[in-house]
């Protein structure tokens, strides 16, 4: 049943774990089930049943309302209602979302920082394990029934070195959980973690990307994607690894170019790699597929249940904290001003 006088919240994809939460915020703010089917349907539904929407809820994963209103944009801001105040995505990336627009509007955005950055660092743990002892080609010498005398010698992960590009919740995340297995953690950042967060971590700081690169036998990515950091991993950053190294991706596909990835895949700069995310999703370049030393996995580094529950619970908080004090307690970094 409708509350009189209270707000409405569009939600364009359905709270699935969190029930508790969603109960709760049922309470405070009428909730609007989105029934748009297409993108230019869901444009003329801004200004019609939903022009007095002050908030919307969209989950990354769940790819239903992708589907049918795309990107976030420039042109889908621009007609989002003045009456909305707040966007909550259900995500740690939110490059499906155009800030700068939300930002001109005064609509504050948030995504979802530290509720995925556990179950994304057990990922790359195991992409990394999995990658530096060639079990890619294991699973795949066992399908078809060729057993371990001849399976090429692959490496203890005891003593090599993990840099880390990228050093925020997830990437801390990661060098804690590889201190266990032996590895040396150094990284690069925009910004040097305080003195307390490097001894907490046990990483060690390097001045530049390309040092990191030229020194790590795994580099791990960790970083979003954002203009600057799309095919940041292409030709020259592999010219700069160690043809033994390992590249591991559970952050966004596009910040590698997956064409550059293969190349030096086939041409030995590298050695093997471990992915979650790819570059042109759900698509999987299939000479990655196919290559024994790719472990790929179809981007499931959050998919679980008790990340998937914090991470609409996380949504459901923020957006009932603005509607009740007219700022999201928090938002992505770009609109840290508008708090």
Known sequence: MALSNAPKVLFLDTIKLAKPQLSSFSKIANVIPNTSKTREEFLHDLGTKYKDVTGIYRHFKASESIKITGRFDEELVSKLPSSLKFIAHNGAGYDQIDISPCTA????????????????????????????RNFSRALLYARQGTFNSQLPLS????GKVLGILGMGGIGSALARRAKPFG?????????????EKEKETGATYVESMGQLLATSDIVSLNLPLTAA?????????????????ILINTA??????????VRALKSGKIAGCGLDVYENEPRITKELLDHPN?????????????????????????????LKTGKLAFTVPEQAHML
Do not use: W
Not at 231 to 245: E, Q, R
């Open 155 to 158: 490496h203890d992960p005891e």
């Open 252 to 261: 966004r596909g596009p910040i590698v170019d997956e064409a550059a990835l």
């Open 229 to 245: 950091t799309r095919h940041l991993i292409s030709d020259d950053a592999f010219s700069k690894m160690k043809p033994t190294s």
């Open 105 to 132: 509007r005064n609509i504050q955005v948030s995504n979802v920082p530290s509720a995925v950055d556990n179950a994304t660092a057990d990922t790359a743990i195991f992409l990394l394990l999995g990658a530096i």
């Open 294 to 322: 790719a472990l790929c996995l179809p981007h499931v580094g959050t998919v679980t249940v008790e990340t998937q529950t914090e991470m609409e619970a996380v949504c459901l908080r923020n957006l009932e904290h603005g």
């Open 183 to 195: 590895l040396k953690v150094q990284y690069h950042n925009r910004r040097r973690l305080a003195e």
